[in-house]
């Protein structure tokens, strides 16, 4: 058995020559955990709210840092996300783990970063960092002053997922004893129709999301390796996997 994290699946979409087939090679069990990216800016960024950071941005060209944990990490997908959708533009730095990447954050060299609630929680609750929204499509317990991104940029969505998995011969025995279709449940995989567009999820599945080419791009409706410049920009990232 197998428990992936959001590089796993990321991986998938992003690289193609990967000694292994995620999707073919892994079968799904189940997702159990879903945990929300935070919107958090330095203490020196004068926006107290989403939309006074996308002008902040607009505002300041080229000025404006967003940290990450590293190339191709749920935290730079889900900043990659809120570019394409917001129409702004920041200069991504990637760090080696989110800790270096909070550091700075905490010392000014950074402006942003959309990182994850548990390691970046204890900093907003005591003051040193502001958290201006949550990646979830609702509010967070955890956080319930800070209001759901979507609330500004309408469409926006982004959880990191954690699964078990089983080796696909294994796979396919538990997958058919394990319960209903709704076990599997996937509920925010994109169809992938363009920049910008929100996707609704018609698969029925948690396996049927993963293997279409639309579930394993599952932080954002653009092709990851376009927000790498990878890829040129004009082709739908649906049609890379043909």
Do not use: W
Request: glycine letters at 8%; charged letters at 10%; a positive charge.
């Amino acid at each position: 058995m197998l428990l992936i994290n959001p590089a796993n699946y990321i991986n998938a979409s992003l690289y193609g020559n990967l000694k292994f087939n995620f999707v073919r090679d892994i079968a799904p069990v189940a997702s159990f955990n879903r945990v929300p990216n935070v919107m958090t800016v330095a203490p020196d960024v004068p926006a107290k709210t989403v939309a006074e950071f996308i002008a902040y941005v607009k505002a300041n060209p080229g000025k404006v840092n967003m940290a990450s944990s590293g190339n191709g990490t749920s935290v730079h997908l889900s900043g990659e996300l809120f570019m394409a959708m917001s129409g702004t533009k920041m200069q991504h730095v990637p760090y080696r783990g989110a800790a270096p990447a909070i550091t700075d954050m905490l010392g000014g060299q950074v402006q942003v970063i959309f990182d994850n609630m548990p390691s970046i929680i204890q900093h907003i609750r005591s003051g040193a960092l502001r958290a201006l929204a949550v990646t979830t499509a609702e509010r967070s317990s955890q956080l319930p002053d800070a209001p759901a991104l979507a609330e500004t940029v309408p469409g926006y969505m982004r959880k990191a997922m954690l699964a078990l998995l089983v080796l696909s011969a294994a796979g396919a025995a538990t997958v058919a004893g394990s319960g209903p279709a709704a076990a599997f449940d996937y509920p925010y995989c994109l169809q992938g129709r363009g920049v910008g567009v929100p996707g609704d999820c018609s698969y029925q599945s948690y396996a049927q999301c993963m293997a279409s080419a639309s579930g394993r791009a599952v932080y954002c409706n653009i092709n990851p390796r376009v927000a790498f410049g990878q890829q040129r920009h004009g082709r739908p990232y649906r049609n890379y996997y043909n």
